[in-house]
C-alpha cells in the first residue's frame, strides 16, 4: 500500500481520540514533556494549515503570532477534526506526494519526506493525545510499518532539530508503535 493510501489510516483512529477528549481532560500531561493536553491540541490546530498546505504545493507560513502566545479556541474539538480530515484529503492525493514542496517554509523538501513527516507526526502525537486521556488507540500495522521505517531513518535529524528526545531502548520485538515511541524518545511503558 502506498503512503497516500495509508495516510487515512493515521488520521481516522486520532479523529476518534479527539473525539474522546473530555473538557476536564485538557490539563492532563502528555509524554510530549514540551505539552499538557490542551497545548498539545493547539500544536496540531497551529500548523494544520502549514502541513496541509504542503501536500497542495502551496507555501502556507504559521500564523504571524508565536505558537507560545496562542490559547487553544473554545471549539477545538471540531476544528481540529476538521483540519485533520482537510490533512488527509490533502494527502490522500497521489500528487501530494511527488516531486517538492515547503513545511510553511522557504526550504524546499522532498514531499515523500514531509509527507513521512506528518504522517509521522499525526500517530506519534495521536499516540500522546490517547495516553493522556486514557483512551485506548490502535493502528493499521503496515501504516506503523511504514511510519517506524520514516522515523528510524530521520530521528537523528529529529534529536539534532530538538523534535525528537534522547532514544529510549525499546526490545527489537515491541509492538511497532513502541519502537517507533522509543525512537522518538517517548517511554511507550
Known sequence: M?????????????IDVVNGIKPDQLGEQT????????RLLNHLL?????LEGAARKETVPPPVTPESEVDIPADWQP???????KLTESWRDPAAWEGTTHMGGPTEL??????????????VHGSDLARATGQALE?????LAYVHKEVESGAEWGRDMGVYGPEVPVPADAPLLHRIL???GRNPS
Do not use: H, R
Not at 46 to 50: E, Q, R, V
Not at 113 to 122: H, K, N, P, S
Open 2 to 14: 502506498s503512503p497516500d493510501q495509508l495516510f487515512p489510516y493515521a488520521t481516522g483512529p486520532v
Open 31 to 38: 509524554p510530549c514533556a514540551d505539552f499538557d493536553v490542551s
Open 46 to 50: 497551529y500548523w494544520g494549515p502549514s
Open 79 to 85: 476544528k481540529l477534526v476538521a483540519q485533520l480530515e
Open 110 to 123: 522532498p514531499a515523500a519526506m514531509v509527507g513521512g513527516m506528518v504522517t509521522g507526526e499525526i500517530v
Open 139 to 143: 493502528f493499521d500495522e503496515n501504516l
Open 182 to 184: 522509543g525512537l522518538t
